[in-house]
């Protein structure tokens, strides 16, 4: 809606005398009326606010008018629909009459503009000679009378509109003042909507952002490897975003080359940067070269393209696919540990950060694993704090790697990282992993014995959440999951013991890739499976709703009678790829 089109005309009734006639109360609400609808409407508040000011001179027949806005930035082109009134000072952003003080700034408190939002309540000088700060002599203007009203808000005033000397000489008066002050209200509400608008705007746009960061972060890191591979990775970011990063790759003399990299700083600048080293250090360890001369090729890369002081701590290495021998350096990393036989072995980086010196000669480290695992992760792991607040440092990662020193690869580092998550994380947490491959099982992600009866069943069903909170499965698939197990379990306690049996039903939860196990084994008499069907769920008979539910969630079951009469288990699988992402173990 075009502003000059809503309001209307300025009154054209005239004195006796030839002067202009004050508005009747009914033109007063009328074009206070229009001046919220247009204001309401609007979406260009610098078009809308100036055209407004300019029909408020007319209507309000003045000579002169101010707007001013709380501002600390002193950009005196922009009307702050976007501006955070964070300073006390006070910037002209609009103004008409034959004197130009746009860009004038006041500190609150002075001024007529500055005590009105200094004491939030609107001011009538009905002689401005004293006003020398705002309005002054100049071409034959003078300052006779004003008023200036606060752009009130709920967090409090945001600005002040003023008006100067009424085209027929009366001094203004205190209904000039009240009407001001009703039109400042729309005002004030049109730019305290356009600031949240403009900080919603501006907050999607950062989303999509640090969403696009995220997709590009994530299509570095490489895809969990099953064909017997010796490193595994995990990244966890402690914001949206990440500035960590870890990579392998394999080479064509057999070797595989790998990566794990920490940026400085937060935030997309140190996002989009993580983005960039990471594909510097792949290119530059594509050539097979010694671990060394491969951190100082990236080194001299990044210090010519990196100006703001970032910088990247890495370590860099190549490890045969037995896993037998190991050679690496460090640029600024914490030491990599060898974890053989309950004892540690440290390795520090023997050479600063990639990007802030050139020419930087790196040490290497040669180490024979013998059985044992290489763990190198970032400093987000040793930053992690306790329950008091304090950083766990290096000897509280080591206590972890220790706790979680058994099964694979993947599980102990979910089983660290799930240990992590119980604490605070306070900085982006990488661990990478190298040791000689082992047998893939399915690793035991939960295991439990309850008595076969209904007051038991609200404890299993808060353990299977939490197993597969940890999995990161979306809480409607894993409602449905628990509520199969709950149905599986009520059936066993119902119609495989029944009432006058007793027993327990045993509970293990697997995990082999993307694929989870619900395995239920019971002492009761054997049943047989083919008397177990599901009946439509829109039967109203009583008897297999409960497993027509289970058919519905899982994608497959199976009843397996144990031997000599006794005894059942029952197997329930569900494919879940969204476990199985690039960045999961």
Request: glycine share 8%; with cysteine.
């Amino acid at each position: 809606m075009n502003l000059a089109h809503a309001l209307p005309p300025p009154p054209a009734s005239v004195r006796a005398d030839g002067a202009p006639a004050r508005a009747s109360a009914s033109e007063a609400l009328a074009f206070l009326a229009e001046l919220s609808q247009a204001l309401a409407v609007s979406l260009d508040l610098r078009r809308t606010v100036t055209e407004s000011l300019h029909r408020v001179v007319d209507f309000m027949q003045v000579e002169a008018a101010a707007f001013f806005l709380l501002d600390d930035r002193g950009d005196a082109d922009r009307l702050d629909a976007d501006a955070v009134p964070a300073a006390r000072l006070l910037e002209c952003k609009l103004c008409i009459g034959p004197i130009d003080l746009t860009g004038t700034r006041l500190a609150i408190g002075h001024g007529a503009a500055g005590r009105a939002v200094a004491g939030d309540a609107t001011h009538l000088i009905a002689t401005a000679a004293e006003e020398t700060s705002i309005w002054h002599a100049a071409d034959g203007f003078v300052a006779r009378s004003l008023i200036c009203a606060p752009l009130r808000t709920a967090a409090g005033p945001i600005g002040a509109l003023e008006i100067v000397n009424r085209r027929d000489g009366v001094p203004l008066s205190a209904l000039d003042a009240e009407l001001l002050d009703a039109i400042s209200v729309p005002i004030a509400l049109a730019i305290s909507n356009a600031r949240q608008a403009q900080a919603l705007l501006e907050q999607q746009r950062m989303r999509r952002e640090f969403d696009l960061a995220r997709r590009l972060q994530k299509s570095l890191l490489p895809r969990r490897r099953r064909d017997a591979f010796p490193i595994v990775g995990l990244n966890r970011p402690a914001h949206e975003i990440s500035g960590d990063f870890y990579d392998y790759f394999e080479l064509a003399d057999g070797r595989i080359g790998f990566v794990i990299g920490d940026i400085s700083g937060k935030g997309l600048d140190a996002a989009l940067l993580m983005v960039r080293a990471a594909s510097l250090l792949r290119w530059a360890g594509k050539d097979g070269i010694a671990p060394a001369a491969w951190l100082a090729r990236a080194n001299d890369e990044l210090c010519e393209t990196t100006q703001d002081g970032r910088f990247v701590c890495a370590v860099v290495g190549y490890c045969d696919r037995a896993a037998r021998r190991v050679r690496f350096a460090g640029a600024g990393f914490p030491p990599v540990l060898l974890h053989r036989a309950g004892v540690f072995a440290d390795y520090p980086s023997e050479g600063p950060p990639l990007g802030i010196l050139r020419g930087v000669a790196f040490g290497e480290h040669d180490v024979e694993l013998d059985g044992g695992t290489l763990y190198a992760f970032s400093d987000g792991a040793t930053d992690v704090r306790d329950g008091s607040g304090k950083p766990i440092g290096s000897a509280g990662v080591r206590a972890l790697i220790a706790r979680h020193a058994t099964g694979s690869a993947e599980a102990r580092l979910r089983k660290l990282f799930s240990e992590l998550r119980h604490l605070r994380l306070v900085d982006d947490t990488t661990v990478l992993t190298i040791e000689a491959p082992r047998a893939d099982a399915p690793e035991v992600l939960l295991e439990r014995r309850l008595r076969a009866a209904p007051e038991e069943l609200r404890e299993i069903r808060a353990a299977l959440r939490g197993t597969l909170d940890a999995l990161g499965l979306e809480a409607g698939l894993r409602d449905r999951l628990v509520l199969a197990v709950d149905e599986a379990c009520t059936n066993i306690i119902r119609h495989a013991y029944g009432a006058s049996c007793s027993g327990d039903i045993g509970l293990r939860v697997l995990r082999d890739g993307a694929l989870l196990s619900f395995e239920l084994t019971d002492a009761a008499p054997c049943v047989d499976p083919s008397r177990i069907k599901p009946q439509p769920l829109g039967d109203c008979r009583s008897g297999g709703l409960g497993v027509a539910l289970i058919d519905q969630v899982v994608d497959e079951w199976r009843i397996e009678p144990m031997r000599e009469g006794r005894g059942n288990r029952l197997i329930l699988r569900k494919r879940i790829e969204t476990i199985d992402e690039t960045n999961e173990p």
